[in-house]
């Protein structure tokens, strides 16, 4: 719950410090870059307020508080994400003072009750929440998407005990948590996971065994959502538990070398004969399943929100480059080429974020649909964008002549393009989810 006061900028001295994972070091940004203190309204103050300059694209189409969250999560995304962003990517940085400062603002459990330090917003507003802040870098942001998931599956499906324990902290993200479902043998057919929790007779402790891979946060969260199987049946023997970091057998592999991305750690992670009480069971036995691709449908939401974030950045570092670009005696902007390429960018952007807000809008109103809308804006944000903005010159500046705009172009790109492997659920997994859980 949030105080009536306005919070404060974390602000301390630039410092790193190198947190050893397993066998390998993950450098962890542990303030911010930021030389001055700046004061911001949390989430909670904004609802009702309809002061201050807002963003002006699609203005119609939000409401008020929409605007003002947008507006919030825009400042900050250009205070404290745009200046450092590549630098972070470059140098494998973990911003975690920076996603405490967000979480400072609310951003740290979107969804949940306002009980535990939630904002208890709707999905449509995390939506344009999460296009606000992508826009200064998609990488972070994605990594705060992934942890507000995990936060609202303990707020939905956890005990009351276990809400009360672990999301006052996970809120704050004074604590970090990563999901844990793909393996590797196990991807778009989620049911086929092999990672097993057998009950201990007598001791109120499930063994679990196995790998996970290509997760978020690896080693740096301080809990993991574990999808692990319970049962022999291919959908309803999978349960989910929340195991923390420092358990006797949970360790992690090195961080994959990733194209972009590379300031949050991703990394495999393992156990090996982990003891995990009763207690971190969420949720019933046999429904992890659902409660995993349940949680997809929000996860989607806000993966698809982050790319048209991204989306947004290239065209507008394109449309400045092409207005500015001048060949044969004027800019490039004035052939007409390029401004059919740039009406079509243009074009394909507003779209898909007109198919996350419509997903989000399904989703907020449990309509029966609502899977299928969230598979269609998961698929709208695959755009051809990349290529455009390089056609259009966005990356061919020379360094010379602006080192950080090439710079932080074509990380946004990478990064942004990255999303088209992310969340390997295809539309075939959709599917199976309506047939498997049918809507009552």
Wanted: glycine residues 8%.
């Amino acid at each position: 719950m949030f105080s009536s006061c306005t919070r404060r900028w974390l602000m301390s001295a630039a410092a790193k410090r190198t947190h050893e994972c397993c066998c390998f070091p993950i450098k962890i940004q542990r303030a911010s870059l930021s030389s001055s203190a700046e004061e911001s309204t949390p989430l909670s103050q904004l609802q009702g307020c309809s002061k201050g300059k807002l963003l002006e694209w699609d203005k119609h189409r939000l409401t008020p508080d929409q605007l003002n969250f947008r507006t919030l999560a825009s400042d900050f995304s250009k205070r404290e994400f745009v200046p450092f962003a590549s630098e972070w990517d470059q140098r494998e940085y973990f911003p975690v003072e920076v996603l405490r400062k967000a979480a400072s603002l609310g951003f740290g459990g979107l969804f949940c009750s306002q009980d535990v330090g939630g904002s208890e917003l709707s999905r449509a507003d995390g939506a344009v929440i999460f296009e606000a802040l992508a826009y200064g870098d998609v990488s972070t942001t994605a990594y705060l998407s992934v942890h507000n998931m995990c936060c609202s599956i303990i707020d939905r499906y956890g005990t009351e005990d276990q809400r009360k324990l672990w999301l006052p902290q996970l809120t704050r993200m004074d604590l970090l948590a990563s999901y844990c479902l793909t393996e590797p043998c196990s991807g778009s057919d989620a049911a086929s996971l092999q990672t097993s929790a057998k009950q201990v007779a007598g001791s109120g402790e499930y063994i679990l065994n196995g790998t996970k891979a290509f997760i978020s946060g690896g080693g740096a969260s301080d809990f993991y959502l574990v999808m692990a199987r319970t049962g022999v049946h291919k959908t309803k023997g999978i349960s989910c538990f929340l195991l923390e970091k420092g358990m006797r057998g949970l360790s992690f592999g090195c961080p994959e070398n990733k194209l972009g991305w590379r300031c949050q750690p991703t990394t495999t992670v393992i156990m090996e004969d982990v003891r995990v009480p009763a207690t971190n069971l969420v949720g019933s036995e046999g429904l992890g399943l659902s409660i995993a691709l349940g949680a997809l449908d929000g996860g989607r939401i806000n993966i698809a929100a982050c790319s048209v974030g991204g989306a947004q950045f290239c065209i507008d570092a394109t449309q400045e480059y092409v207005q500015t670009r001048k060949q044969f005696g004027k800019a490039l902007l004035d052939f007409q080429n390029t401004q059919f390429k740039l009406a079509d960018m243009l074009t394909t952007v507003h779209a898909s974020r007109l198919m996350v807000a419509h997903a989000a809008s399904a989703l907020d109103a449990k309509d029966p649909g609502a899977t299928a809308s969230v598979a269609m804006a998961k698929r709208s944000k695959d755009m051809k964008l990349s290529i455009d903005a390089k056609l259009d010159g966005c990356l061919i500046e020379p360094i010379s002549i602006n080192p950080q705009r090439l710079r932080k172009s074509l990380f946004r790109l990478i990064r942004w393009s990255f999303y088209r492997i992310l969340e390997v659920f295809t539309v075939l997994m959709e599917f199976f989810k309506l047939l498997t859980f049918p809507s009552n």
